[in-house]
Nanobody
Framework: VQLQASGGGLVQAGDSLRLSCAAS????????MGWFRQAPGKEREFVAA????????YYADSVKGPFTISRDNAKNTVYLQMKNLKPEDTAVYYC?????????????????????WGQGTLVTVSS
């Protein structure tokens, strides 16, 4: 599976952005999908994830509410809608995929449980 993330940019605090991650070359519709981010000087952290059906979603506490993950299996794309952005949301955002659809919930939060990664898209939020 090849993943291509897009939609990042420079915005002001309080603005919104929608990130997209287009998948190709694999069974996207049966893959768990996740978004992670890495801020300068920090470790990569979990942001959000979605089951292969889209019926289950998972969020980091820091983004629960303003961020929404969704997917369109017909377009092989997963989205991350981000509202009310804050400077602390500044990071490179990565999408990830795991073609094993039936995993326990704890797998969604763990970067090591995803097999494929996109190249990342930079989100910069100015104050």
């Amino acid at each position: 599976v090849q993943l291509q993330a897009s939609g990042g940019g420079l915005v002001q605090a309080g603005d919104s952005l929608r990130l997209s991650c287009a998948a190709s070359g694999g069974a996207f519709s049966s893959s768990r999908m996740g978004w992670f981010r890495q801020a300068p000087g920090k470790e990569r952290e979990f942001v959000a994830a979605i089951s292969w059906t889209g019926g289950s979603t998972y969020y980091a506490d820091s983004v629960k509410g303003p961020f929404t993950i969704s997917r369109d299996n017909a377009k092989n794309t997963v989205y991350l809608q981000m509202k009310n952005l804050k400077p602390e949301d500044t990071a490179v955002y990565y999408c990830a995929a795991d073609p094993a659809p039936r995993r326990p919930p704890i797998y969604y939060y763990n970067a090591g449980k995803y097999e494929y990664w996109g190249q990342g898209t930079l989100v910069t939020v100015s104050s």
